[in-house]
């Protein structure tokens, strides 16, 4: 009986673990400023949505950008220096959404940019 239970806690735990690995929220740690980085968020069907929200969080030597869906977008962030900023905005569905790091002008720091919708 014992074993028995114990496997059910098991699959319990690995089904929760799956379902907790989403495709509409990620995580980016950023060390390196050589490059531009991408987080594309894509919502699952016929799951209300309401907003989307972007955190950035740690430091930089100098400016980045936060882009939404194309390099040719104006920036939604303009960040420098010590960072812990959230940006938030309407959203209810209508695709995937692509949130693009720009390195800019910063050569060195530590970035966590979680994107979430």
Excluded: H
């Amino acid at each position: 009986m014992n074993a028995r239970i114990l496997s059910i806690y098991k699959i319990s735990f690995l089904f929760l673990l799956l379902a907790s690995c989403g495709k509409d929220d990620e995580t980016l740690e950023i060390n390196d400023f050589t490059k531009k980085r991408t987080i594309i968020l894509e919502p699952y069907k016929n799951y209300p949505y309401s907003m989307m929200n972007v955190w950035v969080k740690g430091q930089v030597n100098d400016t980045i950008l936060i882009r939404l869906n194309s390099l040719d977008s104006e920036p939604i962030l303009k960040l420098s220096g010590k960072i812990d900023e959230r940006w938030y905005t309407d959203y209810y569905g209508g695709g995937a959404k692509t949130i693009i790091f720009d390195p800019y002008k910063a050569t060195k720091g530590s970035l966590e940019i979680k994107a979430s919708l």
